[in-house]
């Protein structure tokens, strides 16, 4: 089954500064890579995902970068603001052409952005 | 659009009863997903279940069980409760085609 890795597991940046989190997939076959964020006490949200035909994806501040070859792909926040601070957990999924499909996530990375 | 919802919030049980934890979907998500969220700790995946079956189960034991309804809601149903039970069960949905899995607020189980 898939193995997904996610580096670091916890992340202090000051207000203003970028985010880089990353994760690396086993199965090469997957080709679906969501991003949710869980802020304390609330259910995790997806923020931005990518698809394997796809190398990088933004939406305002957050983008997404995904390298099929070495298999990993990386979440960056840029200017990050103190409403940033979460938990942010990866996933990687295949997906049949009209199928429905299995997310494995990574372990999770606290970000916690110092005002 | 409503999101998941999920009932109950909470859930206090003693060891060894069983607890029945329900989910509804999105309208038009055939998809349901359970995820185990112990505290502190990522989220385990439960169990999936399209279309009234049960598609695929992670790495829980046979008291974990469940079911889906023909209106797509779902419940999951833990016997024999452990304390090690207790934690934040997530239930998620998700369209055949869909682009991702949204969540519920969860129901946060406690075993005593």
């Known amino acids: ?115 | 659009e409503a999101g998941v919802t999920q009932s109950p919030t909470h859930l206090i049980k003693t060891r060894g009863q069983q607890a029945t934890l329900r989910c509804s979907p999105i309208s038009g998500h055939t998809s349901v997903y359970w995820y185990q969220q112990a505290l502190g700790l990522g989220l385990q995946f439960l169990l999936w279940y399209d279309e009234g079956e049960e598609r695929n189960r992670g790495n829980f034991p046979p008291r974990f069980s469940g079911r889906q309804f023909p209106n797509y809601s779902s419940e999951l149903n833990v016997n024999a409760l452990e304390l090690e039970d207790s934690a934040l069960y997530l239930c998620a949905s998700s369209q055949l085609q869909g682009k991702g899995q949204y969540f519920g607020p969860g129901t946060r189980l406690t075993v005593t």
């Open chain 1, 1 to 115: 089954g898939e193995n997904v890795e996610q580096h670091p597991s916890t992340l202090s940046v000051q207000e203003g500064d970028s985010a880089v989190i990353k994760c690396t997939y086993s199965d090469s076959a997957s080709n679906y890579f969501p991003w949710y964020k869980q802020e304390l006490g609330k259910r995790p949200q997806l923020i931005i995902d990518i698809r394997s035909n796809v190398g990088e994806k933004k939406d305002q501040r957050i983008a997404v970068t995904l390298n099929k070859t070495a298999k990993h792909f990386s979440l960056h926040i840029t200017e990050t603001q103190p409403e940033d601070s979460a938990v942010y957990f990866c996933a990687a999924s295949w997906t049949s052409g009209a199928g429905s499909y299995q997310l494995t996530f990574g372990k999770g990375t606290k970000l916690s952005v110092i005002p």
